[in-house]
Nanobody, 120 residues
Framework: QVQLVESGGGLVQAGGSLRLSCAAS????????MGWHRQAPGKQRELVAN???????NYADSVKGRFTISTDNAKNTVYLQMNSLNPEDTAIYYC??????????????WGQGTQVTVSS
């Protein structure tokens, strides 16, 4: 069972920055996908950013130009640098990783979530 440990959440003023980290207990070198989702009160969980095999990155339209996802394979860690934060970014952020179980099947894992609160 893969464990995902998140860190870096907290309270920040509008316009500020935070960096989230997600460390996996297994190698992410050949991972199918890894990244971040978020869920705000009263809203459905949405993809924020992820990276897939081949280092292809994806971003929600609402965070493009402000957030940057990156990986450190040696540390089995994915980062989310969040700049120019605004109150609409307030949510619980969940690390998500999709690992290969075998050649054709994947297994989805979630972190426990970390709260990001942006004050106006």
């Amino acid at each position: 069972q893969v464990q995902l440990v998140e860190s870096g959440g907290g309270l920040v003023q509008a316009g500020g920055s935070l960096r989230l980290s997600c460390a996996a207990s297994a190698s992410i070198f050949s991972i199918n996908a890894m990244g971040w989702h978020r869920q705000a009160p009263g809203k459905q969980r949405e993809l924020v950013a992820n990276v897939t095999s081949g280092s292809i990155t994806n971003y929600a339209d609402s965070v493009k130009g402000r957030f940057t996802i990156s990986t450190d394979n040696a540390k089995n860690t994915v980062y989310l640098q969040m700049n120019s934060l605004n109150p609409e970014d307030t949510a619980i952020y969940y690390c998500n990783a999709v690992f290969w179980r075998d050649a054709i099947h994947t297994q989805n894992y979630w972190g426990q979530g970390t709260q990001v609160t942006v004050s106006s």
